[in-house]
């Protein structure tokens, strides 16, 4: 079964950490990119991050640029986000997902986790 999943959410104080994990089974990612998009209440979902199955070269939104670092452990099967100097506007619903692009060139469609909720807030 394939499947993607999603920890290390939580609450979390303005300018505080959280690293999020994505576990993907029932295939191997090393062939994959492997990415993170984000969905704030009444807004769109928004590509956060992602890393090429390539080269490891990454892309990041304008928004998180500076704070926020993807990386992957191919031997564990699992991807991390590591976000610092966390925003009240970074509260979201974060997923996990193939399905993100690092070159125009990067095939489209993947797999999706079932999100994990990230809220900043004093």
């Known amino acids: 079964q394939v499947q993607l999943v999603e920890s290390g959410g939580g609450l979390v104080q303005p300018g505080g950490s959280l690293r999020l994990s994505c576990a993907a089974s029932g295939f191997t990612l090393d062939y994959y990119n492997i990415g993170w998009f984000r969905q704030a209440p009444g807004k769109e979902r928004e590509g956060v991050s992602c890393?090429?199955?390539?080269?490891?070269?990454?892309y990041s939104a304008a928004s998180v640029k500076g704070r926020f670092t993807i990386s992957r452990d191919n031997a564990k099967n699992t991807a991390y986000l590591q976000m610092n100097s966390l925003k009240p506007e970074d509260t979201a619903v974060y997923y996990c997902t193939t399905d993100c692009k690092v070159y125009e060139d990067d095939p489209v469609g993947g797999y999706w986790g079932q999100g994990t909720q990230v809220t900043v807030s004093s």
């Open positions: 890393i090429s199955s390539s080269d490891g070269n990454t």
